[in-house]
Every structure is written in C-alpha cells, then in structure tokens.
C-alpha cells in the first residue's frame, strides 16, 4: 500500500484504492480475514473477475481464511517481506495452506 495506515479502519479505506483490477480479470476467490487483537475485526474479500467488494463480518463458505493479530496485520502491510517471516513463526494461520491462492493476492494489490 502506498500509504502505511495506522489501523485496521485505514487498510479497509485505502485496499479499493490499492486493488489491481486488471490482475484480477477471470479470477474469483473469497479471502477471509481473521484480525485479532485490539482494533481486529472479521472482515472478506470477495474477488469475482476484477472486481472487489469487501465486507465486515465472517463468509460461509471461503476459499481461504488467514488469521492473525491486528499489529502483525498492520507489519505485513507496510513491511511486505515480513509476511513470510511471520508464517514461519505460526503468528500468521491460512486455512486450507492454498499457495497459489497467498501468491495470487501478493499480485492483487499494489505494494508502493
């Protein structure tokens, strides 16, 4: 994200601004995310072929949910190599492990 947001409100203000729509043509996935800790919510992705909708709350039916605490959410925005970092040390959980659906989001939005 261009902007490093201060909390959980700012990334949800600022990802439709960040989307990359074109990266998401013929693409349809539900990201659920799972942000614990003070000022985490529930909230998802709904990706369906370039467009973005997101929602507060929890999905039936994702196709991948990560969980994991607000501050570390907030590090891995403004630190993207920290992502991996954090999964290696258990503090980031993705439920099914789809990699080619965590490698696709790295394309989804814009990292500047």
Known sequence: MAETPKNLDEVLELMPQQFQAEAAKGFKAIYQYCIS?????????????GVLNLQDGKHDSPNITISLDHQDFLTMLSDPSAGQALFMQGKVKVEPLDMNLMMKMGTLFKND
Do not use: A, N, T, V
């Open 37 to 49: 800790g003070d000022g985490g919510k529930d909230f998802y992705q709904e990706i369906d072929d």
